[in-house]
């Protein structure tokens, strides 16, 4: 028993599937395959369900949104799409929107990640309601071909030799600044068909950042062309199968999709092992920040970079351990420590569960008096500060490295846990 995602109502609770099954019956196994991108490092080969859709919603409505993307499959997806071709689809709209709504929320329960917008549209996707506030894109995938020199898009008269995009699969993919806290947006492939959703939450005013996300993904050719009816014009494909897939692994975050909920990743490896950098005396004495800026640098350059050291870096100061006073008593440390800060203000990205370093920065970087009780801000707007402009660094690379709203509260969560453990 429990609550339905869906309809609310409480009853015994089924199964769905986060990609529909007659996808799986459509194809072979050894042709078609599902993926649900779990981890960055794993993409996982699977029939991946959630459990919280009571028998109604599942059976009857849910069933009959998947029967009509079953249709259009058969019509229209599961037919490759070549180099240089265009597609004109005829498709109800809202009940398209409808149907790919409802896969991005199956999966995204499954990651609980973007839940806050999406349960929103709940009781829409059920209730043939409509989801015009949702903007939808469509573009085209076609199959590879390798002629010796790499990897190309195949054209029609290379049917043979190619290789087709034949996948379903769900994810997130970020835009440049957007507020990714108030919009989810998912994308849903299915063999030669990408299709982009930008889905805003409800009950929030929007208008620009609404108009400034259609421009960006107008002007974003790999989104290809928004749904504004019931048909669909497709440009020709500026991707094939191969370079899709490259992209997902390379994780291209601002376009091609980037896998949901690394705090999988993180809490599957149990006691994570913890990486650690020490910023060495003879550093900051000689004012040398390229071996401490080129290791952020390095954990920031792909999504996949930073998972394996998000939430579990510990930096350090070392080769003052002879020296009677704090580190934060020492003025080369704290000018240090303060230009740093100006130039990588990402610490909340990367702090491990340990609060060592997040005092040693907050010492250093605020202006504080020794009492005999303890320590004393002689200024609480540096605390302020600091925490704003550290709020701001991790938000900026949420966005940029598509990292999930839940996730980010997590890492929020623990700095205030540090804080409070100072009492400062
Ligand atoms: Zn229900």
Redesign the pocket.
């Known amino acids: 028993m429990g609550n339905?995602?869906?309809?609310?109502?409480e009853?015994k609770l089924t199964r769905e599937h986060i990609i529909p099954d007659w996808y799986d019956s459509a194809n072979s196994a050894d042709e078609g395959e599902i993926f649900v991108e779990k981890a960055p490092d794993k993409i996982v080969k699977s029939d991946p369900k959630v459990k919280d859709?009571?028998a109604?919603?599942?059976n009857v409505v849910l069933g009959q949104l998947d029967d009509y993307g079953k249709s259009l499959y058969d019509k229209y997806f599961c037919h490759p799409v070549y180099g240089k071709e265009r597609k004109k689809i005829q498709v109800d709209r809202r009940r398209l929107i409808r149907w790919l709504l409802k896969v991005a929320f199956n999966s995204a329960r499954a990651n609980k990640a973007d839940l806050h917008v999406l349960n929103g549209y709940a009781k829409d996707i059920?209730n043939d309601g409509l989801c015009d506030d949702v903007i939808l894109f469509c573009s085209t995938v076609a199959p590879s071909l390798e002629d010796g020199g790499g990897w190309k898009a195949a054209h029609r008269q290379d049917a043979s030799s190619s290789i087709p995009p034949n996948a379903f699969r769900v994810g997130v993919f970020r835009l440049p600044e957007v507020d990714f806290y108030r919009w989810s947006f998912r994308y849903v492939y299915i063999d030669s068909f990408a299709f982009y959703l930008a889905i805003p939450q409800r009950g929030v005013e929007l208008n620009e950042e609404r108009k400034h996300v259609i421009k960006i993904m107008t002007k974003g050719s790999e989104f290809g062309v928004r749904v504004l009816s019931g048909t669909i014009d497709t440009k020709p494909p500026r991707y094939h199968a191969a370079n899709v897939t490259i992209n997902h692994l390379a994780n291209f975050p601002s376009t091609y999709g980037v896998v949901e909920d690394p705090w999988v990743v993180l809490s599957n490896k149990g006691n994570v092992d913890i990486l650690h950098y020490a910023i060495m005396r003879e550093d900051i004495e000689k004012e040398d920040f390229s071996g401490v800026l080129s290791f952020i640098d390095q954990q920031l350059v792909t999504r996949e970079a930073l998972m394996s050291s998000l939430g579990k870096v510990e930096f350090s100061v070392y080769g003052y351990e002879s020296d009677s006073r704090d580190l934060w008593e020492i003025e080369e440390v704290r000018r240090f420590l303060a230009v740093l800060n100006g130039q990588r203000p990402y610490w909340l990205v990367f702090q491990g569960a340990e609060p060592g370093w997040t005092q040693v920065l907050l010492f250093c970087l605020c202006r504080l008096k020794k009492e005999s009780y303890g320590f004393e801000l002689t200024h609480k707007e540096d605390l302020k500060g600091l925490m704003n402009q550290w709020f701001s660094g991790l938000n900026e690379i949420s966005n940029r490295l598509a990292i999930s709203y839940e996730l980010n509260k997590q890492l929020s969560d623990r700095f205030g846990e540090h804080v409070k453990l100072m009492r400062v």
């Open positions: 339905c995602a869906y309809c609310g109502f009853g859709v009571c109604t919603c599942n059920i």
